[in-house]
């Protein structure tokens, strides 16, 4: 059963984790010069796929003893944190376009950035802790997928605006006081296990 809890919740934090981050940037520069419906095709489909492998990841993590897995998810959280608080703005641009607009040039180019920037990125391992932590991987993933669609998509398509009105650091702010809650939360529960 898909807690709806559980899914607006991994929702919530990774919409807010990869906002800031490089991936949106890259798909509103891709967006910008190619159809913006094939770009998402290819971003979608990488995108997914990291989060099978981060719910995958998550889920083997919940073999282990709970106050393990509470202690190393609450690490991971403030270590999250920790890099959203700390990273500098870098807005390096170092995307290849394809020579020409068919679909499959366009959504493997997407494809293929997103495949290769998301790979360990913030967003991934914290799609891990959750799945690890709520021990339900159908809505981690589904949350997680959606949020990085979303995210995705307004880089696409409205990201420029987005960021005109909202504060990139405001945004960066709150998902590290989400994680770092979600982290002494997940450390609390470890030492009173």
Request: charged letters at 15%; proline letters at 3%; hydrophobic letters at 60%.
């Amino acid at each position: 059963m898909i807690s709806l809890t559980v899914t607006a919740l991994v929702f919530g934090v990774v919409f807010l984790a990869e906002l800031p981050d490089k991936t949106a940037l890259a798909g509103l520069v891709l967006g910008t010069r190619y159809r913006a419906s094939y770009v998402f095709a290819g971003v979608a489909a990488a995108f997914t796929l990291h989060v099978v492998l981060a719910v995958a990841a998550g889920s083997l993590l919940t073999l282990l003893p709970q106050q393990i897995v509470h202690a190393v998810t609450g690490v991971l959280f403030l270590g999250g944190a920790a890099v959203l608080l700390l990273k500098k703005d870098d807005h390096e641009e170092n995307i290849k376009p394809p020579e020409d607009q068919s679909f499959w040039k366009v959504a493997g180019a997407g494809f293929t950035l997103i495949l290769v920037a998301e790979f360990g990125d913030l967003t991934q391992i914290m799609t891990a802790n959750l799945a690890a932590r709520y021990d339900d991987p159908f809505s981690v993933g589904i949350g997680a997928v959606l949020a990085l669609w979303a995210v995705a998509g307004l880089g696409i398509i409205g990201g420029k605006a987005l960021m005109k009105r909202v504060p990139l650091k405001l945004i960066t702010r709150i998902a590290a006081l989400i994680m770092l809650g979600l982290g002494v939360w997940s450390i609390w529960e470890a030492v009173a296990a």
